[in-house]
């Protein structure tokens, strides 16, 4: 008897996004259009650990992951000069809307609005 071969082959979608921009203060910086499928997994599964009480450390980690690996090279300089800038405050509320907007873009699909 002969074993039957399980074989698939799998061809990623490669879309020409469109270029992911936000402004804050009049500063606009540019994200990846995409990210690997990996990286948005793993960012997904750091977003449901730091729902967990005490948990603090876990999501301050987690929003500076999610800049560094989202936004290019010269945007990711400015962002950080911007938000270590003692006179141009950007407030976590505001960090927080940017970081679910930004998962809502990668993900294609609306996240729950957490003032609710």
Known sequence: MVAKKRHKSFAPKVDKAE??????LDEEFEAYPQLQG??????LAGLADTGEEGNSAAAATLLTDIFEVALKPESLTRFKALTHDPERI???????????????EYTDRPTEDSSR
Do not use: H
């Open 90 to 104: 950007v407030d976590l509320e505001t960090l927080s809307e940017i970081v679910a907007w930004l998962m809502e």
């Open 38 to 43: 990996a990286v948005i997994i793993d960012l």
């Open 19 to 24: 270029p992911i921009t936000f402004t804050i």
